[in-house]
């Protein structure tokens, strides 16, 4: 059985930062390509990183862009997401998903298996 399961969440300040961990069981790590979605109070689930089976390719929306840096290491069946210079607008539930197909859709639908989320707030 598939399990992801993220941590890190938590209240932060404007302009501050937090990390994000995605913890993988069940799954052959490797053969997926990871994703951090987000989705906040009457807004779309959206994409905000990506990063290939290898780690080599990672993919970023304008948005984040330059703040946001997506990792994995798949001798320990992680996924981070290192968020920086955090705005109000990031508030949101995130969410760890994972597809076997290569490729960093935008669409939720495209993605297989989901975590449960963690809650970000940041306060301004």
């Known amino acids: 059985q598939v399990q992801l399961v993220e941590s890190g969440g938590e209240l932060v300040q404007a302009g501050g930062s937090l990390r994000l961990s995605c913890a993988a069981s069940?799954?052959?790590?490797?053969?997926?390509?990871m994703a951090w979605l987000r989705q906040a109070p009457g807004k779309e689930r959206e994409l905000v990183a990506g990063i290939s089976k290898s780690g080599e390719n990672t993919y970023y929306p304008d948005s984040v862009k330059g703040r946001f840096a997506i990792s994995r290491d798949n001798a320990k069946n992680t996924v981070d997401l290192q968020m920086n210079s955090l705005k109000p607008e990031d508030t949101a539930v995130y969410y760890c998903?994972?597809?076997?197909?290569?490729?960093?859709?935008?669409?939720?639908?495209?993605?297989?298996?989901w975590g449960q989320g963690t809650q970000v707030t940041v306060s301004s």
């Open positions: 069940g799954v052959t790590f490797s053969a997926y390509t």
């Open positions: 998903a994972a597809r076997s197909a290569v490729g960093v859709p935008l669409n939720p639908r495209n993605y297989d298996y």
